[in-house]
């Protein structure tokens, strides 16, 4: 697999890494919707050394909190959501390498395309450079997140089932309504509903996704 050369700048500038293995970054960066060479594995290995490099540091910032403090700052800073925030600052959805589906349908933007990605290019800079680059890249690209959040954003569906609690409604129930695209690069359509109150539709690249795009989309009608 060979990487354009804007690619390759992108990745310097990025991780503050000049990439000896193009071919491995530049699978850091191809999602499934692609073929078969993409970055599903490094980002199994990424995610690992992200839990390892968050929970080094919260250990030495914090050195008098218990362990369940620490573990509420590591889960809110590992969290999908801050991993594409991360991505959106680094301008990851730019360089992401997407079947043509998959970026039709919005996978540039997507919390989990992008946040898959950044796990993986820790995973492809620790396998080139070992642990000490992966830690200065987190370190620096998490910044002043790791002082600042302590607790993990409220997922939609959870809000939106507390909401339903709290004004006596029934639980919003979710269901699926449609899926279109190549079996590699699916798309979900789902809706959701509490009764007596109202509904909510939206499109996702898997069910979960749909459902929480759904769940926003009401709560942003209900809030």
């Known amino acids: 697999m060979s990487a354009p050369e804007n690619i390759l700048r ?28 993409h970055y599903e594995r490094i980002e ?20 008098g909190e218990p362990e369940g403090k620490l573990s509420r700052r590591f889960n809110a800073l590992v969290s999908g959501e ?20 998959a970026r039709d349908d919005g996978a540039a933007d997507s919390d989990n395309v992008l946040g898959d990605i950044v796990e993986a290019l820790i995973g492809a800079l620790y396998l080139e450079e070992g642990l000490e680059a992966a830690t200065a ?26 909401w339903a609690a709290a004004h006596d409604r029934r639980p919003p129930v979710y269901q699926l309504t449609g899926r279109s695209g190549p079996h590699h690069a699916p798309r979900f359509m789902v809706a959701v509903e ?30």
């Open 10 to 37: 992108w990745i310097a500038d990025a991780l503050g890494h000049e990439p000896k293995d193009a071919a491995l970054f530049t699978r850091a960066l191809t999602h499934s919707s692609r073929g078969d060479e």
């Open 194 to 223: 509490i009764a007596n109150v109202g509904t909510a539709s939206a499109e996702g690249l898997s069910k979960q996704e749909a459902e929480t795009a759904a769940a926003k989309a009401l709560l942003e009608k209900l809030t």
């Open 137 to 162: 890249f987190v370190r620096r690209a998490w910044g002043e997140r790791v002082s600042l959040r302590d607790k993990a954003p409220q997922h939609p569906k959870s809000a939106l089932q507390e």
């Open 44 to 63: 199994f290995l990424g995610d690992r050394v992200l839990g390892l490099v968050m929970a080094t540091w919260l250990y030495e910032l914090f050195p």
């Open 82 to 101: 801050v991993c594409a925030e991360v991505a959106r600052e680094m301008g990851v959805g730019g360089q992401a390498i997407l079947g043509k589906q």
